[in-house]
């Protein structure tokens, strides 16, 4: 069976590691800090298939929600699945409607709701809207809880986890990738799977190759832990917030807002962070002693035209990719569709849209 090596241990690369290793693969993964500690650690970790631009991508993130299920069925409540849906009204008025349509028009399960509607599925939250969005099947996770199962799943399984140890460079041979460059020496391998999130673009641009991204820095707040009063995620014009069920709020600017620019030195974090905590006790005025335990700066993992890209690049033979915004959304199902590529069984079309040959 070959060998293959993993690039990067968040989601998206705990997820491959753990399908590969269940057909079988030998797997190495190398991971430079510590499992999830790049996007996946720092997401509000919604998962849906809103704002899918086209019916292709909204395909995809339907059947990425879908896998969760398969995933909730297999592992239960080790990967930290949060129920409830997803209660929107970022935009208001004419824009709510549209949205509304929009989601409609592909199929989605969505209502609008007034006011008392929202109250008596959210009670604790102030200032109701006047109309919502309520989609019942969206989700949230605990993406430290699935990162690790996922992990512990493929080390069960027989894979190496490497953490603490960086690849530095790709080694190609008569046009071919062979093998890493790494912090600690150099290993040989079958393929190689490139999952490093905003790391990508550096590390194929070594090698030559060409994937451009438009990373995004983001900020998220968890509060301190506090009793149940958040049944849904509220996705409010000011904030998005959610419960985890330790207590903790999970909640950041709202994802259009941009607050914090490409490089991280927009808005200055602290005070940003502030800002966040002081809106949700606005809309929470119940809960007391609301403050932020921890503030988190991420850079989100953004191809150049916004959607993922999946698969074997121009001139990258041996080498595989497989990064993406939504990739919460989209890791459990990513891992399945990117190891039943790898071993032939299966080249499903939801991926290709996706292939990083678009951007040669």
Not at 42 to 52: E, G, P, S
Request: proline share 6%.
């Amino acid at each position: 069976m070959q060998n293959i090596i993993v690039i990067g241990a968040g989601v998206i690369g705990a997820s491959i590691a753990y399908n590969l290793a269940l057909k079988g693969f030998r797997v190495t993964v190398f991971e430079q800090n510590l499992p999830a500690s790049g996007a996946t650690s720092k997401t509000f970790a919604w998962l849906n298939a809103n704002f899918a631009e086209t019916p292709e991508y909204f395909r995809l993130r339907k059947a990425g929600l879908a896998e969760y299920e398969t995933l909730s069925e297999r592992f239960g409540t080790e990967i930290g699945l949060c129920r409830g849906g997803s209660l929107w009204w970022e935009e208001e008025g004419d824009a709510l409607d549209s949205h509304y349509r929009g989601l409609i028009g592909f199929g989605y399960q969505a209502s609008i709701l007034n006011a008392a509607e929202f109250s008596k599925l959210e009670p604790h939250v102030a200032n109701p809207p006047d109309r919502c969005i309520h989609v019942p099947e969206e989700l949230a996770v605990n993406p430290l809880l699935l990162t690790g199962t996922l992990l512990n799943a493929a080390a069960n399984l027989g894979a190496e986890i490497l953490v603490g140890c960086a690849v530095t460079g790709l080694i190609r041979e008569n046009d071919r990738f062979t093998g890493v460059d790494t912090t600690i020496g150099k290993k040989s391998t079958d393929r190689i799977v490139v999952a490093s999130g905003a790391w990508t673009e550096p590390l194929l641009a070594s090698a030559g190759l060409k994937l451009p991204m438009d990373n995004k820095t983001g900020l998220i707040v968890h509060t301190n832990p506090v009793e149940p009063v958040l049944n849904h995620l509220v996705l409010s014009p000011e904030i998005h917030f959610r419960q985890e069920k330790d207590g903790r709020i999970v909640v950041g600017e709202i994802f259009s807002g941009g607050l914090l620019d490409d490089n991280g030195s927009g808005a200055d974090p602290v005070n940003l962070a502030g800002q966040i905590v002081e809106n949700l006790r606005k809309r929470l005025p119940g809960v007391e002693n609301l403050s932020a335990a921890r503030i988190m700066i991420g850079r989100r993992p953004v191809p150049k035209d916004g959607y993922p890209a999946i698969g074997a690049p121009d001139g990258g033979d041996g080498l595989y990719i497989a990064t993406m915004h939504s990739g919460m959304t989209l890791g459990p199902l990513t891992g399945r569709l990117v190891a039943d590529e790898i071993a032939g069984t299966d080249h499903s079309d939801l991926l290709a849209p996706y292939r990083p040959i678009r951007f040669s």
